[in-house]
C-alpha cells in the first residue's frame, strides 16, 4: 500500500500537480472523503410489506379466537337445548360387563324426566327373557347383536323410546370410582367376598371393592335381588358423586374414562348436557322393580315376566 501511494506521488509531481505541496489538512480531507461513503438508505416498500404482514397476522389471530367464542357458545346453546327440546322422559340403557369378554354382568334401564327432575332406576336381568316366538335373553341380544337391536329390544320390551346406551367395563369401571375418590353406601347384610369384607352400616369403597360389593348373591338372603340393589346403591352413589362436582373440569376427567374405554351412542356434548340439566334429579331416583320366575326352555333357563307385570313397569316408566 505505501509503495503505491508513493508512485501516486511522484506521477502527480511529474504532471499537472508539479510543485504542488498536499498539506497534512488536504491528506486528511482525501482520507475522509474516502472512508465516508454514503450509506444506501432503506427501502422503504420493506417497511411496508413488514407492517402488513404482522397486521395480517394480528387479524387471523383475532379472527380465530372470535371463531372459537362462536363456536363455543354455540355448542353451549346446543347441549342446554337438547334436553329442553325433549319433554318426554329421557331413557338410558346403562350396562356393565366384564372387562375381558364383554359380556354383560349387570343391566339398568334409567329414565329420567327432563321437566319435573325426577327419575327411576330398574335393573334388568341378564337371563331376561324377550321376544315371543324366538325366545333370547337379553344379554345375549346385548352380546351378540348391534347397539341398535338392543335399543329396540328393550323399547319394544316396555313399549316406549329408549334413546341412549352406554357401556363401561369393570375396569374402567373401577377407574372412575377411584378418580372421583370412592364412594360410600349403606350395606345391610356383612358378607364376606374376594377377599373383602363388608361389614353392616356405612362403608366406603374404591374401584375393587365397589365391584365386589355389587357383585355378590349366593350369600345374600335376598338372591339376585339382593345383587341388583347393591348394584344400584353403588351407580346411584357414582352418580351421586359426580354430579356434586362444581366444575366441568371434574367432570371431563370422569367422561375422558368413559370415553376412552366406554361404548356409547350418546355424543360427549350430550353427556355434557346430561349432567348440567339433570344433575338434581340424582337426588329423586324412584326404584321400580321388574318381579319373575325362573322358566326352562330347551334345556335353558330364562327369566320370565307375566304380560300383566310388564304393563305395570311399562306404566310406571312411561310416567316419569
Known sequence: MDDELRNLKKTLDEGVYKGTHFTE???????????????????????????????????????????????????????????????????????????????????????VDTDDHTASILSLPRDLKVGREDPAKLGNIFRLENPESFL???????????????????????DI???????????????RFRGYDFPKGKIELNGKEALAYSSMYKKDPAGAEGRFDRGRQVL??????????????????????????????????EMIAFYQNNRNSIDNIEVLHLAGSAEKINGLYYFTVSEKEKQRVSAQLRDK
Open 25 to 111: 489538512k488536504h491528506k486528511n480531507k482525501v482520507f475522509h472523503k474516502i472512508h465516508s461513503r454514503p450509506r444506501p438508505k432503506p427501502k422503504r416498500w420493506m417497511a411496508y410489506f413488514s407492517f402488513a404482514v404482522c397486521a395480517a397476522l394480528i387479524l387471523l389471530v383475532v379472527q380465530f379466537a372470535w371463531h372459537q367464542v362462536i363456536q363455543e357458545k354455540e355448542q353451549n346453546a346446543s347441549q342446554h337445548a337438547l334436553m329442553a327440546q325433549n319433554q318426554e322422559p329421557l331413557s338410558i340403557v346403562w350396562v356393565r360387563t366384564e372387562t375381558k369378554y364383554k359380556n354383560p354382568v349387570a343391566i339398568m334401564l334409567l329414565n
Open 152 to 174: 329396540t329390544t328393550v323399547g319394544s320390551y316396555f313399549d316406549m323410546d329408549v334413546d341412549y346406551y352406554l357401556s363401561l367395563d369393570n375396569g374402567a369401571y373401577a
Open 177 to 191: 370410582i377411584n378418580t372421583i375418590g370412592g364412594i360410600t353406601v349403606q350395606n345391610q347384610v356383612p358378607f
Open 236 to 269: 346411584r352413589a357414582v352418580m351421586g358423586k359426580i354430579s356434586s362436582f362444581s366444575s366441568t373440569n371434574s367432570l371431563k376427567e370422569v367422561l375422558t374414562i368413559f370415553k376412552n374405554a366406554g361404548q356409547t351412542n350418546m355424543a360427549f356434548s
